[in-house]
């Protein structure tokens, strides 16, 4: 039980049935997605009210993949996330508002490359269910725009035509599917 006197709830998220996604654009012209395949997460919640959730979730750096395996490789150099000497991504809720039944802003700490920066994520809840083997499951959208250079990642080459090779905008999506404990 909570303070509150409700049941206080703990979902984790199901890796195998989630992704977290990110999309920026090459040349200015073209947009690379890509992903993180090694993600980790737990959500608690008072009750069914979503607005006193806390959020914590970790995602391995090494595990980035765009399906290029030089870029991904250069995106795990000191030039990008430096993995060697910052394993992971964390993300630490820090609020979260109703905005109707089913849409919330979950505000946070996002840290990356050592860095560590607010940022907003507008949350879908795309429903609940029961799976077949008794478990209840929640799935939600997340999305979220960030700098990339606000969080050290500044590598960049100009181009001859102008503009710049790699965007500092990059948008990130999360499906999730989330397993209650």
């Known amino acids: 039980m909570s303070a509150t006197g409700t049941t206080t709830t703990t979902w984790t998220l199901d890796p195998a049935h989630s992704t977290v996604g990110f999309a920026v654009k090459h040349m200015m ?12 997460g737990t959500v608690t919640i008072d009750g069914d009210d979503y607005t006193t959730a806390a959020v914590n979730a970790e995602i391995d750096a090494k595990s980035i993949t765009t399906g290029n395996d030089q870029r991904d490789g250069h995106l795990r150099s000191g030039d990008f996330f430096d993995v060697e000497n910052h394993a992971s991504l964390a993300f630490r809720s820090t609020g979260v508002k109703a905005l109707g039944d089913d849409e919330l802003k979950v505000t946070g700490d996002l840290t990356i490359r ?16 029961v799976d077949p083997w008794g478990s209840e499951r929640l799935a939600f959208t997340a ?39």
């Open 143 to 181: 999305t979220t725009k960030i700098r990339r250079s606000e969080f050290g990642l500044t590598w960049n080459q100009a181009l001859e035509s102008g503009g710049v090779l790699v965007s500092d905008d990059i948008r990130i999506t999360i499906e999730g599917a989330l397993v209650r404990q």
């Open 114 to 129: 050592g860095t560590t920066k607010p940022v907003t994520l507008d949350v879908t809840i795309e429903g609940t269910g």
């Open 29 to 40: 012209i073209a947009t690379v997605r890509g992903s993180f395949t090694d993600i980790a």
